[in-house]
């Protein structure tokens, strides 16, 4: 996949407590080819606080309207002048970025189990409907702090059943997304994950007792997003390698984590 | 125009947005005698108008370079550069030796002056002394275009590059990063694993721009200049400043295309001034 | 929290915005023994988050401040700090000896460090025989506190940072300003009368913060820290790094407010941390 | 005068291809007192490249509706981010800031001639409805390159007569503002001047050679604006005074112009 240098505009937005999700369109040309799992660069010069691109991972792309959908967690200066941007602002991305999560064959339908927590939700839609498509059976068990980080919930249940917990109970089961029964039912075949490091090292555990696959999305902080910079490196079985170009996305038996 | 070491990774990572013979040529990253897998993560932190790095020279050592690098980098139509770095002068004459016998490669950068690593070269880079055992020792074994790498981290560099120069340095370039450091006050913690690191983008230009002209002035061969450099308007003022050439570092992680738009703007800048060679601008500066 | 030299007046230009008594002190504007005029226009260029300035110690001299200024600075419900300058150790000698004379002045801060004037003090600061000469001599006359104001522009500022402390100095400040330049490339002329001037503002914070991370852990005397100071968040980087207390500087010109809403940030961080004595948090930092 | 720092929330904007008008409210507290020819500090958060606030002259004050306009041309990165501002940005202003100009007395009535050139005439508004106010009789002499130049004339008609020039002749009387007739007939009592400095400079000339009062309002690049960091200096009769602080008017005799 080709990565390119893109103008988008912001059509669309929808706020949240916490969250942000912009619709960016495509005037021009159709939005490059892009994978579930994969990244945008997004620049951001409405704020001097931001020097270097901001890595957002592809919450959905629809391929039809050439829409990118970023779900953005105000967090910073630099995605809170997101989340301020007014409709019809140019944004300049680079993307596709990064290894995506590794689909099942089409030929054998498995079970996927997709866990998200807080903003990690954001990449499992586009994920979700890849795997829907493909006649899979992809299950979102979604966690938050509150009831407030649990949001496209409509989108989600597109393409699947949806399981949620929440810290305060405000939604869901009480409890973190390991707290969930569903865990305690009949294995997936995959699990894919994103989210707060934590969660994922407990996701991340619960797969390797069980043996099951499992893949995460990481977030370590980069510059680049392509590889140059060496900043953004995990320590995996290989040695240090680029979360940006290796990752975001790595099977956990890559990584080095004490799990 | 030449695209900086440890920014450009080794040209490949850019090819999907730039023609590689649109260029100058690139200077490939730091390449050590032996392989390194550089500093603990975190090794990045945004600052106002620039970053902190701490990478720590990450590289597989010139063997690999010369074995599964080279044949691929030799084919590109542009001229390539290979930073070198090391511990020890016998290191940096190891390392120049081994990339003396690639043909396609017409100089090399010596960096003395990595912040990021214990021993890297900044401990050289310091003195005028330390710059001379190492410029010196690889002088005698390297017999192409041998470039210095500047600390701005010092007291006089126009000394420091004069010591250079006398050492036999064909030029020098210069600023490599500033030496700072990032806190996260909420945890108390140092941003980057190795407490310090290299400061570049934006927020260095004045002071590259001051270094670059204090050291045009001492030396007479040419000056490279980098530093915060990410329009033509940058890269005109280090010319005029006393350059007579500059490097693109940190610009290309936030526009990977921006060396090209840099050469463009070169050219345009000269149509729109009637300057006929871009030679001229090196030291014009009207004081 | 003090306001640093040369950003905040005499005070009385910030009066319509906070109240002084809100500070731990002011320092007023560079004093010499004799007016200056100081540099010719233009004095200062806007660069990526901070600013390049060669006012050049423009102030009517310690005689016209003795007469006219301290009358009013002494009524003022603050600490008032004066910075001394000069171009020979007589001249600082004799400056700090008629500011002794007045009462309500409890230190000055001795300023060996502007780069914008020839013979400004910056030759004292960059070796650690010109500090301790000046440092030295004023320490013989001048019996109260003496903070000493250190130059960025050195290799090893802590080197620096031990001579001022072994010739008396009371306590050191730092980080003065990065020797900068910058350029019109559509004129082809410095945009400052003086060519080089002195760089501040947030872009120098990680290269101040570093500093004070190695002159704290290099003396024993009370470390100040300066350099891009905004925030309480940037006061408390300071402070975890080693400095006993902080200025503001450049940042008072973007908000005339920002010294109390610092005072009162650090203030909330301490709460919110339950942090008793604020001088806790000085050297804090967990590595 | 006392200088505050405020927040102002922007309710009107036109654009013209040079410059821009914003009419900024104070929803909260009556603007502070201020006078012609004084200026006001702008934050503009929204660019990297503005680290320092932007001075930028008082166009006009509109009390009842607690209005201050600026006329801003956009010539860098902080005017034409100011010139993108959607409405209802939030502005940050100090003001009122610098020496004023300097008014006849409201007892004899004087005819005073307001002269500016390109964006210089952005202070001549305020000034001129002060006068007209008072009696005195403003006659307004304004210059640009073009037509595009002369802008809310409608404006200025209000308090005065207009005499206007264009260097390619689009408007007015082709050739610099020296070139009006105007200048040939009765002597004014005051020139107040504003504009690029050649302009002020021969204005300056044909004031002392006719022995005139006149003002003029320097623009000297400045950082604090409030006479603190002595960086926008001019070189005067009593020597280095700040020019946002003593300034930004000077009458011509103060100034060491070669004139």
Redesign the interface.
């Known amino acids: 996949m080709t990565k390119r240098i893109i103008d988008l505009r912001l059509v669309e937005k929808r706020e949240w407590p916490q969250a942000v999700l912009l619709k960016l369109r495509s005037d021009v040309e159709p939005l490059p080819e892009a994978a579930p799992g994969q990244f945008v660069q997004v620049r951001v010069d409405q704020s001097p606080a931001t020097y270097l691109r901001r890595p957002i991972s592809i919450h959905f792309i629809d391929r039809e309207r050439r829409e990118l959908w970023l779900l953005v967690r105000k967090v910073g200066a630099g995605t809170r002048a997101m989340a301020d941007w007014p409709l019809q602002t140019r944004v300049n991305v680079v993307f596709p970025l990064g290894h995506p999560y590794t689909l099942p064959k089409a030929s054998k339908k498995e079970r996927c189990l997709l866990v998200g927590g807080g903003i990690g939700l954001a990449p499992l839609l586009y994920l979700g409907k890849m795997l829907h498509e493909q006649g899979h059976h992809p299950m979102f068990l979604l966690g938050g702090r509150s009831a407030d980080d649990l949001i496209q919930l409509n989108e989600f249940e597109q393409y699947g059943e949806l399981c949620l917990t929440t810290e305060d109970g405000s939604a869901g089961i009480k409890g973190l997304v390991t707290a969930h029964p569903v865990l305690q039912g009949p294995s997936p075949d995959r699990i894919y994950c994103c989210g707060p490091k934590p969660m994922m090292v407990a996701v991340a555990r619960y797969a390797r007792q069980k043996g099951l696959w499992c893949e995460v999305s990481l977030e370590n902080t980069m510059a680049c997003g392509i590889g140059a910079c060496l900043c953004c490196v995990e320590d995996t079985v290989e040695g240090h390698r680029c979360v940006c170009q290796e990752g975001p996305v790595f099977n956990i038996n890559q990584l080095k984590w004490q799990i | 125009m030449l695209t900086a070491s ?4 080794y040209g490949r ?2 090819t ?2 730039i023609d590689l013979s649109d260029l100058g040529g690139i200077i490939v ?1 730091g390449t050590t005698l032996h392989p390194r ?2 500093n ?14 701490a ?1 720590g020279l ?1 590289n597989k050592g010139v063997d690999y370079f010369v074995e599964h690098i080279y044949p691929e980098v030799s084919q590109y139509d542009t001229r390539v550069l290979v930073n070198v770095s090391g511990s020890t002068v016998d290191d940096y004459v190891a390392c120049a030796e081994k990339i003396q016998a690639l043909d396609k490669i017409p100089a090399i950068e010596l960096n003395v002056s990595c912040p990021n690593v214990k021993q890297g070269g900044m401990a050289f880079g ?2 005028c002394e330390g710059i001379a055992s190492v410029v010196g020792a690889v002088r005698k074994v390297y017999h192409k275009h041998l470039m210095v790498k500047l600390s701005p ?3 006089s560099i126009a000394d420091i590059a004069m010591a250079a120069e006398a050492a036999g340095a064909d030029s020098v370039s210069l600023i490599n990063t ?6 996260d ?1 909420e ?4 941003r980057l694993s190795t ?2 690191g290299g ?1 570049s ?7 590259a ?2 270094m670059v ?1 204090q050291v045009a002035k001492a030396v007479k061969i040419p000056v490279i200049g980098l530093g ?1 450099i990410s329009s033509a ?1 940058d890269a ?2 280090f010319l ?2 006393g350059a007579s050439a500059v490097q693109i570092g ?1 610009a ?6 921006v060396s090209v738009k840099v050469v463009r703007g070169i050219e345009d ?1 000269c149509e729109r001034h009637h300057i006929e060679a871009v030679s001229s601008l090196t030291g ?4």
């Open positions: 440890g920014t450009f990774g990572e850019y999907d947005f990253k897998e550089g603990a993560y975190p090794r990045m932190a945004e600052t106002p108008s620039g970053m902190l790095n990478v990450q310091v003195s981290n010092v007291t500033l030496l700072g450091m990032s806190i006050a945890k108390r913690r140092p407490v310090t400061l983008g934006a927020c260095v230009k004045p002071v721009l001051r002209w915060g308007t005109i003022e005029l400043a940190t290309n992680f936030i526009d990977p295309a800048y014009a500066l009207e004081i």
